[in-house]
């Protein structure tokens, strides 16, 4: 009995995610870094009251058609438990296209910017002002795209990025 193609594809996102956070890491100080080897379990402490961060999805570009999402997540991870993403976008208008945050629900429709199973979380007017707001609540993957014109700013825009919320340790 194996894990079959889904199975093994998410352990290996997951792999890749866990390498990506690593890689982002300072390790000037060793490889125990400020861990307290003292101290809970697995060698290290979850610490429950560690601030939140609150995250500009692109950063100063925002949420746009033909900004790769995808890189800016990985160059912008990891994320933690409890992390806000905040998604800013002009409303529609007549010199702008209307975006949208769905939230995808697994790793094929996200590759494939397939809509059909999505959960709409952002109308095209949400991401105005201070922006739309999502907190990593869950340690899961999760699957942003931006679902205006049937996905086509998922697929052409480059309007999608995934990432899965690591536990804040120190």
């Avoid at 933690?80 to 976008?89: A, G, I, M, Q």
């Avoid at 959960?119 to 679902?147: D, M, N, S």
Wanted: net charge positive; aromatic share 18%; glycine share 12%.
């Amino acid at each position: 009995m194996g894990l079959g193609n889904s199975g093994a594809l998410l352990i290996l996102v997951a792999i890749s995610m866990f390498g990506i956070g690593m890689a982002n890491k300072n390790f000037s100080a060793g490889w125990n870094g400020n861990w307290n080897h003292t101290a809970g379990w697995p060698y290290g402490q979850w610490n429950a009251n560690q601030t939140s961060k609150r995250i500009i999805v692109g950063g100063s570009e925002n949420w746009h058609f033909g900004f790769n999402y995808t890189d800016w997540a990985i160059r912008n991870g990891p994320f933690y438990l409890n992390d806000t993403l905040v998604f800013k976008f002009d409303p529609p208008n007549d010199t702008t296209f209307p975006h949208s945050v769905y939230l995808l629900s697994n790793f094929w429709s996200f590759q494939n910017c397939d809509l059909r199973k999505a959960q709409k979380i952002a109308q095209v007017t949400r991401g105005g002002g201070e922006g739309f707001e999502f907190v990593l609540k869950r340690w899961q993957p999760y699957y942003f795209a931006c679902g205006e014109r049937n996905g086509f700013h998922c697929k052409t825009g480059m309007m999608k990025f995934a990432v899965w919320p690591i536990v804040r340790w120190y």
